[in-house]
Structures are given as C-alpha cells and as structure tokens.
C-alpha cells in the first residue's frame, strides 16, 4: 500500500513570495490533514478535511494561507505572502474516516525555509 | 480542549540502558493516547496507541506505554534501548468525540554507544 505522497521535499523561498504545497493521501482515506511544525515543536494543526469539506480550519492564518481538496482526494496548500515566521516542515497526513480516525499515516513532509 | 505535556525535551541514554519519556495529558473527556515516532528527515509514524482495554500497550521493537487516568499520564519506556532508536518522539491525544489531535513538543532520544 503506498503512503502519503507530498512534493516538494525542500523548498526555499523569499519572504513576500508565495508557494504551494501538494498532498495525495493514501487511497480511500476520507480525512486529510495539514500540519505545520516548526523547529523544536510539535505538529500544530492548520486544517482537517473530510472529503472535498473543511472540518476544522480554526488555526489557519487565512490572511495568508490556503488550502483545498477539491475532489476529494489530493490537497494543496498555498501561502501568499510568505513571512519568515512560516519557516517549518509542512506535514500532510491521512485517515480513513469515521470510525476508523483514531490513526493517522503522515507523509514525509516538505521542509519551508523562508528568507 | 486537550493539552499534551512532555516534559524532557532531551534524553540522552546510553546503549542497552533502559529510558522512560514522559507524557502528561490534560483533558475534562475521555481521550485516546498516542505515541508517534520522527526519525531523521522522515515523516512521522505511529509507534503505540490506547483506545480501550489493557492500560498497557505494546509496540512491535519493545516500547511499551502505559495510560494511567488518575495521573493523566502516558508514559513511553523501553528496558533496553538499542543506537536505531535513535529519533524524536511525540505524545498525542484526541477526544473520543473530537476531530483533533493535539501533540506534545517531543522528546529527542540520543542513544549513545
């Protein structure tokens, strides 16, 4: 079974730009998840799917951020503009939903450094 | 709300030796526990979980974490630690009726030779 896919890995950028980030979750996984953690920090949550739905987008920076899940399945999350303080691994993880959202399988993460 | 505390930011422990990271959970409903595994330049992977049942639960390289309601504890041991385990470690909770996970600031382990 493949995992969570993110691209990209790294990605280094100027403070004022913008930039994407790409998630496929596992297949047949309902609920997805952003996370945003910073150095020495755990994984905050940033926003939750069900579906194509946001369940909960209480901590994301709307000013700035973005996110969809358009069909359901893959996710991107954008950030416009960048701020130094955005700095961090962007984790995206997946669930299968409903009954079964009590394990979560993370992807590998893409690594922002903001300058 | 939950909260997860974990309060040594680092262990260094030597080879063979046993090791205890803590994990304090603050919540006013039931919650399901969890310890999450980081090693270097990966994602994170889930090492052990309680969701009902035995307090004491196992993972399959010889952790094992024991939930304790009345000090709201999750406490993450190995009796002897081998140089692989070598990672960062995170406590999590979520509600039994809530969507979110909360996590702890993580545990570094250095297991040195």
């Known amino acids: 079974e493949a995992g969570v896919a993110q691209s990209p890995r790294y990605k280094i950028i100027e403070k004022r730009q913008s930039v994407a980030f790409w998630c496929n979750p596992i297949?047949?996984?309902?609920?997805l998840y952003w996370y945003q953690q910073i150095l020495g920090q755990g994984p905050k949550l940033l926003i939750q799917?069900?579906?194509?739905?946001?369940?909960?987008d209480s901590q994301l920076p709307k000013d700035r951020f973005s996110a969809e899940r358009l069909k359901g399945v893959d996710s991107t999350l954008k950030i416009q503009p960048a701020k130094l303080e955005d700095s961090a691994v962007y984790l995206c993880?997946?669930?299968?939903?409903?009954?079964?959202?009590?394990?979560?399988?993370f992807g590998p993460g893409t690594r922002l450094t903001v300058l | 709300a939950q909260s997860v505390t974990q309060l040594d930011s680092q262990v260094p422990v030597f080879e063979e030796a046993p090791v205890e990271l803590r994990c304090n959970y603050s919540?006013?409903?039931?919650?399901?526990l969890f310890w999450y595994v980081q090693y270097p330049n990966q994602g994170l992977q889930l090492l052990l979980k309680?969701?009902?049942?035995?307090?004491l639960v196992e993972s399959i390289n010889g952790f094992e974490a024991e939930f304790n309601k009345s000090q709201t504890s999750f406490h993450l041991r190995k009796p002897s630690v081998h140089i692989s385990d070598t990672a960062e470690y995170f406590c999590?909770?979520?509600?039994?009726?809530?969507?979110?996970?909360?996590f702890g600031t993580g545990t570094s382990l250095t297991v040195i030779p």
């Open positions: 993880a997946s669930s299968p939903g409903g009954p079964f959202n009590n394990e979560q399988f």
């Open positions: 297949s047949g996984h309902a609920t």
């Open positions: 799917f069900q579906n194509n739905g946001v369940v909960d």
């Open positions: 919540s006013s409903v039931s919650v399901y």
């Open positions: 309680y969701l009902s049942g035995s307090t």
């Open positions: 999590a909770v979520k509600s039994r009726t809530g969507n979110q996970f909360y």
